[in-house]
């Protein structure tokens, strides 16, 4: 079975032979599966995320959720405790500026009230590759899994957010090696549609 490396580095490569317009295409197409999906529909305080790359980009669904008067946070890079992600309000005019990896990430003030994570119903997630079993592979820094694990403490398990990675159909290897501090999703969207893994 190939490293986590190895696989990195073969969907990184795969990743780059697919045009930004036929990415941009497919972006589309994911957006609007998620348009039409439970976690988007049925549920109001949701997690986007900015694309950077070739990543699939949500910025189509923020106009509409917003239309349907959503309640949208975005991702920032906590300075501490560091290596986590908290999440920021994002209303329609809320002012953005680029982090260190030239993510956009809501202005707020140093001392800003921090979303508590399980007042989150979904987190969309962008991803490296994924598996048949929910298993996710990111770009390697550990920060979805570190924040994320604060709602995997056992007196937290009575209200999750659940977590939906988002993807192109291409991303889905056979198998992730898996690691003990790996968080996995409950589904996935993809071109094809939302496929739900058995996580519960
Ligand atoms: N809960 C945690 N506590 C401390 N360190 C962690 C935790 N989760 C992950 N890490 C560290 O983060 C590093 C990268 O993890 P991993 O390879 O799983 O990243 P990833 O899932 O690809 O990244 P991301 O979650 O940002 O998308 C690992 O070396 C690991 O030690
Ligand atoms: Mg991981």
């Not at 986007?48 to 910025?59: D, K, P």
């Amino acid at each position: 079975m190939p490293t986590r490396k190895q696989l990195r580095n073969e969907l990184k490569q795969r990743r780059n032979t697919h045009s930004k317009a036929q990415c941009q295409e497919l972006s589309l197409q994911i957006c609007e599966h998620i348009r039409r999906s439970k976690p988007f529909t049925h549920r109001q305080r949701l997690a986007l995320y900015y694309s950077i790359g070739n990543e699939v980009s949500l910025e189509h669904l923020f106009h509409y959720a917003w239309t349907l008067n959503k309640t949208l946070f975005l991702p920032v890079l906590s300075h501490f405790p560091k290596g986590h992600l908290w999440w920021i309000k994002f209303l329609e005019h809320t002012p953005l500026y680029l982090n260190r990896y030239q993510i956009p990430e809501p202005v707020h003030p140093a001392r800003a009230r921090r979303t508590k994570l399980r007042s989150l119903d979904v987190i969309f997630m962008p991803l490296v590759g994924f598996d048949d079993k929910g298993n996710r592979l990111g770009m390697g820094g550990g920060y979805y899994d570190r924040s994320l694990s604060r709602c995997f403490r056992p007196s937290t398990a009575w209200h999750r957010p659940v977590r939906v990675g988002v993807a192109y159909s291409w991303q889905q290897v056979t198998s992730i090696p898996v690691e003990t501090w790996d968080i996995p999703l409950d589904a996935i969207v993809t071109e094809q549609g939302v496929h739900w893994f058995n996580t519960k």
